[in-house]
């Protein structure tokens, strides 16, 4: 006869479940984002990108700027919101772990994205540091965030 899981069993279970499945996510974004990066090294490499005007190049560098000082903030508070939404007693619910570190990265994703696109499409005029520098700081965001569960599991006293 199968055993039939307690309650604290489930609970185990499914915070397992959902460390595992957010690590998954992580680990896929940013095998994404190596990967856009050789691409762009590679079109970089080829010359394969038309030059731009200057002012498209200062736009798109601002435009990452200004993604960086929002998006990274607001993937904070919103993560943040979502672990009140769902805290149950001492630690936090696993639907509102997911949610709440789902978006800050999908903020930090799309940040590196849209900079890196941006840095191959400023380089032409010396803009490229300026969209690689919002690049690194979000995925560095998203490399100190690594899904290690800790908020799920109850505090010890």
């Known amino acids: 006869m199968p055993h039939e899981p307690t309650p604290s069993e489930l609970d185990a279970l499914m915070r397992e479940r959902t460390t595992l499945t957010l690590r998954v996510f992580w680990g896929a974004m940013l095998a994404g984002l190596v990967l856009l990066f ?25 435009a990452v700027v200004i993604m960086l000082v929002t998006l990274v903030p607001l993937g904070y508070f919103i993560r943040n919101q979502q672990y009140k939404k769902h805290w149950r007693g001492d630690a936090i619910a696993p639907a509102g772990y997911l949610s709440g570190n789902l978006v800050l ?44 569960g800790r908020a799920m599991l109850p505090a010890r006293s």
Request: include cysteine; proline fraction near 7%; charge should be neutral.
């Open 38 to 62: 050789l691409l762009v090294l590679s079109l970089w490499s080829k010359d394969a990108v038309p030059d731009s005007p200057p002012y498209v190049a200062r736009g798109l560098g601002y």
């Open 105 to 148: 990265f999908v903020f930090c994703e799309l940040i590196a994205s849209v900079g890196l696109a941006a840095t191959l499409i400023a380089r032409s005029h010396g803009w490229q540091y300026l969209t690689a520098v919002p690049v690194i700081i979000a995925v560095a965001v998203l490399v100190v965030n690594f899904p290690n």
